[in-house]
């Protein structure tokens, strides 16, 4: 994350380039200011390309993740090489081989799964008081009185911290136990994944609206940033319902399953699918769960551009249904 700082100068010197920030934002595919370098990471030669990824991994922020080549998160060679340097920094910022082994990701490249920030953390590992115990190949047998056994020893412990995960995307609107038209429950319709239309509505869900559920183009995204616009075009849409004295809307069933088809397509042109990750619905905490796309993987552009060409045309494949003349 490499926090640092800030004096009063250079906050006073952010403020004022709020607008110019903004702009660089909800101009970029991810809601940020970085942009995606247009090369490929093969056709780079090998000491260019590790000194822009050494500019990058001292740089704050997500600059490595989504200011790299254009081919890092498409290309299974690609992402190997940019895996393959991070990994090479993990062995650099940990002192003991083993440890640092087990602290590399052997199951995703780099970027292919939600990619969290720290400061210091793999120096953690250098401090006597601080243990990696991999559960993999030595797996807990129970928790005790005291703390925690494995099948190599027991450790005693004054507090243990239960990272059991969540149920990303779904699962706070599953929880809201949602019922549409004719007593339907949205967890049944999504019992097999969530189908929508934009990411916005549910067939046979009328006037329910997902501003950051499932196949969403603010979920992916630089969410403040991304969800403004959808709130602009939302508003829009709403005045246009009011001007026209419109009492029901829901997305067409064609309409709904063109832009769910569309959202598949377009995540497996990425290497996101190939892993197990909550982009992809996995949680091991919900039995029976289907692996489904959950996000819209083409970024804040196209995503946007689809939306407006929606309003252009009429808010084409949302069926309204208008108040009666009396």
């Keep these: 994350m490499l926090n640092s700082k800030i ?162 995307v779904t699962g706070s609107l599953l929880r809201m136990d949602i019922v549409g038209k004719n007593g339907v429950k949205l967890k049944d319709v999504w019992s097999d994944g969530p189908q929508t239309y934009l990411g916005l509505q549910v067939r046979g869900f009328p006037n329910f609206f997902t501003v950051l559920g499932p196949h969403n183009g603010a979920t992916f995204c630089n969410i403040p940033r991304c969800a403004e616009s959808q709130i602009n075009w939302l508003t829009d849409m709403f005045r246009f319902i009011r001007d026209n004295d419109v009492q029901v809307v829901e997305p067409s069933l064609e309409a709904q399953e063109n832009w769910t088809e569309l959202v598949y397509e377009t995540a497996a042109k990425t290497l996101f699918p190939q892993v197990n990750s909550w982009f992809n619905g996995d949680n091991s905490n919900v039995s029976g769960r289907k692996r489904t796309f959950l996000l819209w993987a083409g970024g804040n552009l196209s995503y946007r551009d689809k939306c407006n060409q929606v309003r252009d045309d009429g808010y084409e494949g949302f069926l309204m249904g208008y108040r009666r003349a009396k």
């Design 7 to 168: 004096t009063s100068e250079e906050m006073e010197t952010i403020k004022q380039s709020y607008t110019e920030i903004f702009e660089k934002c909800n101009n970029s595919q991810t809601g940020h200011q970085y942009r995606t370098v247009k090369q490929s990471t093969i056709e780079v030669p090998a000491e260019q390309r590790k000194e822009f990824w050494e500019k990058l991994y001292a740089e704050p922020g997500y600059a490595i993740w989504i200011g790299n080549y254009k081919d890092v998160l498409l290309d299974k060679q690609a992402n190997n090489l940019i895996s393959e340097f991070i990994a090479g920094k993990i062995r650099e910022r940990v002192t003991d081989p083993d440890t640092a082994e087990k602290l590399i990701p052997k199951n995703h490249g780099f970027g292919l799964k939600r990619l969290p920030l720290e400061d210091n953390y793999y120096e953690l590992y250098n401090r006597d008081n601080v243990h990696l115990v991999d559960i993999k190949s030595n797996p807990i047998t129970r928790v005790t009185a005291t703390g925690i056994d494995t099948v190599e020893a027991a450790y005693d412990l004054d507090v243990i911290v239960y990272a059991t995960g969540f149920d990303a």
